[in-house]
């Protein structure tokens, strides 16, 4: 049986007066990469972060589960070393360096006021050489591109070593190599043992995953293995059949679906 | 720490680092010795002092506490700034601009008008009691700021609330001053922003928050590197957030309550401070704080010289000089930004 590295059960959710999530029930099983999808205000980034414990617990009904253990019994620093997190527009850093800014992964293996160890400047380097930063490790933030700067924050999040990996549009400002280099990344992390969950906007790329969970309206409408006909129909489906997935050159593919347009 | 900085990775920058906190330390060594040289007997004084006892009293007892007390205010200063541009994630962010100073400056003139004390009074607990109303009213201001930005995430909410306590918090002290009118000459002085009344009590007192906000800064400044990813980022590394934030408003607050308390209201000196160390070096919170708190020091120390020699033998205000020069800097700084295509 596979074990599971997150559990959700009954998860609502609002912010303000709105409703983003539903009676959401999802497990994630470990030593795999699942990726969730659906269209523009699905609910995929509130689940994620919901899934992170990083949303105000008055927010949110429902129990997390990571690893066996209810989210909000694990101390913080704990949670932090077993599940890294990579958001979405979050914040600048422009005045620290590549290398300080992947360094802060590191910080919840650190005691507090010690200076980083050399388990910390090895993983450093290992997460920045990953997502080839390493070049650019003395620039700071403000001087690079934002696929360069996308590539540090991926970095900073691989630094954590953590067993479950949560990313945000990890994708975004990301060029075609530089995305194939990441789908690399992400596999040899899951063949490594580790568990990858991304919100990724691209169904082609997220197709390459090994599971999907399909959201619309801030509930999950499938969970599925990505080369399954079920989550082929449910994709299609959630995007009102303007997509069609196929498999080509031995992946599975979302095309834009002309017909339906030349259809109407 | 939280910087790799210390690590031979990034080596050139704590060498830029260690040369730029050299050169602050060695710039406040000229001018402390052009500060106790600066006045309407000059130089002479000092090369009497040891013999002659006016001499003596003039630079012992005048310009020595004033010239380090200036430098104290700054390093507060420098280092409230840099505090409050970590914390709330904005380059503007300075004790003005979020009303802190005008909280202080409220508390401090509520004190002195309760105690019937001046700013120019020397006994510890008018001191102590100033400073301590200063503090709570530096506190006051920044989460009643906060409160009308809701949040530090619109820097333009956050700015205009900042302005805004700070005019109310301003009128207030007015009306203060207007009812006790025993402390409205001494409380003139003090709104200009003067090191004049600077005694060597002030400056132990300057020197003891200035160890203990350092202290509590460089502790936290791992909070305030976090938070330059953004708060999700920074809650989701195990950090503390809530009870780190607390600590650095505190020590903010003290930072800012501390020197208001004891030089009146100076302007931009935490706003340029930490600007003009990140034109120099860009390094994590905990040598940013340290290299920004030496710059606001240098900074001060030189506009007081500056304040008691252009008009020699009268002297400006040196508010009145650091709000000219300051202004000017956050005009330029402002037209840079918006030159650079980035918004406030």
């Not at chain 1, 995007?239 to 997935?245: A, G, L, T, W």
């Not at chain 2, 006045?39 to 002479?44: E, L, M, P, R």
């Amino acid at each position: 049986m596979k074990s599971i590295a997150i559990s959700a059960n009954g998860i609502s959710a609002s912010i303000g007066n709105r409703s983003i999530l539903q009676g959401i029930d999802l497990q994630l099983p470990a030593g795999r990469w699942t990726s969730i999808v659906g269209p523009n205000g699905a609910g995929k980034s509130t689940l994620l972060k919901v899934l992170a414990g990083l949303l105000p617990r008055v927010a949110v009904q429902g129990d997390v589960l990571l690893l066996g253990r209810p989210l909000v019994q694990i101390p913080a620093r704990e949670r932090a070393r077993q599940l890294a997190w990579l958001g979405q527009n979050e914040g600048s850093a422009d005045d620290l360096t590549s290398y300080d800014v992947a360094m802060l992964g590191r910080l919840p293996h650190q005691a507090w006021l010690a200076p980083p160890g050399a388990a910390d400047h090895a993983a450093v380097e290992q997460a920045l050489r990953t997502t080839q930063a390493w070049d650019w490790r003395h620039r700071p933030l403000s001087q690079l591109s934002g696929g360069e700067r996308q590539r540090v924050l991926l970095a900073r999040a691989l630094a954590v070593q953590a067993q479950v990996l949560l990313m945000d549009e990890p994708l975004a400002n990301l060029d075609p190599p530089h995305q194939t280099d990441w789908l690399h990344t992400m596999r040899a992390l899951v063949d490594a043992g580790g568990t990858v969950v991304s919100v990724l906007h691209e169904v082609s790329l997220a197709l390459q995953s090994d599971d999907m969970v399909v959201m619309a309206q801030g509930r999950v409408l499938h969970q599925g293995a990505c080369d399954a006909p079920a989550t082929h129909a449910a994709l299609e489906s959630v995007f009102d059949h303007r997509i069609h997935v196929r498999h080509l050159d031995g992946m599975w593919m979302a095309l834009p679906s002309m017909q339906r347009k030349h259809s109407q | 720490m939280t910087g790799a900085s210390i690590g031979v990775p990034t080596s050139s920058a704590t060498r830029r680092a260690a040369w730029c906190a050299a050169w602050l330390l060695l710039a406040s060594a000229l001018l402390a010795v052009c500060g106790a040289s600066v006045g309407s007997t000059g130089f002479d004084s000092v090369l009497r002092m040891h013999g002659d006892p006016v001499a003596w009293q003039i630079v012992w007892d005048i310009r020595l506490p004033r010239t380090l007390g200036a430098w104290l205010a700054g390093a507060l200063l420098g280092l409230s700034g840099a505090v409050a541009q970590g914390l709330f994630r904005n380059p503007l962010a300075d004790p003005y601009l979020l009303g802190s100073a005008s909280g202080a400056a409220l508390g401090g003139a509520v004190a002195m008008a309760l105690f019937g004390v001046s700013p120019v009074a020397a006994q510890w607990m008018a001191r102590i009691g100033i400073t301590g109303m200063a503090f709570l009213g530096a506190a006051g201001a920044v989460v009643l700021t906060l409160l009308l930005a809701k949040g530090v995430q619109h820097t333009l909410r956050l700015l205009l609330a900042g302005v805004i306590v700070g005019v109310v918090l301003g009128a207030l002290r007015d009306l203060v001053e207007l009812a006790s009118p025993d402390i409205l000459q001494a409380m003139q002085a003090f709104t200009l922003g003067s090191t004049a009344f600077v005694g060597w009590a002030a400056c132990l007192l300057m020197a003891v928050a200035w160890a203990l906000c350092s202290v509590v800064a460089w502790m936290l400044a791992r909070a305030l590197d976090g938070l330059t990813l953004g708060e999700a980022t920074a809650a989701s590394l195990g950090l503390p957030l809530m009870p780190m934030r607390v600590g650095l408003v505190a020590a903010m607050a003290l930072a800012t309550g501390t020197a208001v308390a004891q030089t009146g209201l100076i302007a931009f000196v935490g706003l340029a401070a930490p600007h003009l160390v990140r034109s120099i070096v860009r390094v994590t919170h905990e040598r940013h704080i340290v290299l920004s708190s030496l710059m606001g020091a240098v900074l001060l120390m030189a506009a007081d010289i500056l304040a008691r020699w252009l008009l020699a033998p009268q002297e400006l205000p040196v508010g009145v000089l650091t709000a000219a020069l300051g202004g000017t800097y956050l005009l330029w700084l402002m037209h840079r930004r918006t030159s650079q295509g980035g918004a406030l």
